[in-house]
């Protein structure tokens, strides 16, 4: 039985009970059905009464965070590098660009961005500008989900 121990960041504390919670997920998906938490409730063995909507809550972030891991490990095997401030300093040495894929989000919208762009060192910060850009870009951290390769 699933006895929540006040620490939302411990993701570890549902790892018994992802199994069943993904054959949930894919019984939804089968039926089109967006993995709303409700859906969820009464449905996963062994965790039922007052932490039940803590417990699904923890599921859903474990499984978003498999999911990046799974991306990630597909990127870098398939030869991409992760998007830090020394992979762009690298490629400003050698004077290269960068090809970017990556999340990015605004107050109400996620979108990708795949593209080529330039390094750059702009106010002390490493970052990425449009290829004939000369004025405004990226910073890193503004990206989610980010590789790159050195093109």
Do not use: H
Not at 31 to 49: A, C, H, S, T, V
Not at 80 to 109: F, G, P, Q, R
């Amino acid at each position: 039985m699933f006895k929540f121990n006040k620490d939302f960041k411990d993701l570890k504390q549902v790892e018994p009970f992802f199994k069943d919670f993904e054959k949930e997920c894919l019984k939804l998906k089968e039926k089109n059905q967006y993995p709303y938490n409700d859906l969820f409730k009464g449905k996963i063995k062994g965790i039922k009464g007052e932490d039940e909507e803590r417990a699904i809550f923890l599921l859903q972030s474990l499984k978003r965070k498999k999911e990046k891991e799974k991306l990630k490990d597909k990127m870098i095997t398939g030869g991409w590098l992760e998007l830090t401030e020394e992979v762009i300093k690298e490629a400003i040495e050698k004077k290269k660009k960068v090809k970017l894929s990556a999340k990015t989000t605004c107050s109400w919208m996620t979108f990708s961005v795949e593209k080529t762009l330039k390094p750059k060192y702009f106010n002390g910060k490493y970052g990425l500008m449009e290829l004939k850009a000369r004025t405004k870009g990226y910073g890193i951290k503004q990206f989610e989900d980010a590789f790159c390769k050195l093109v």
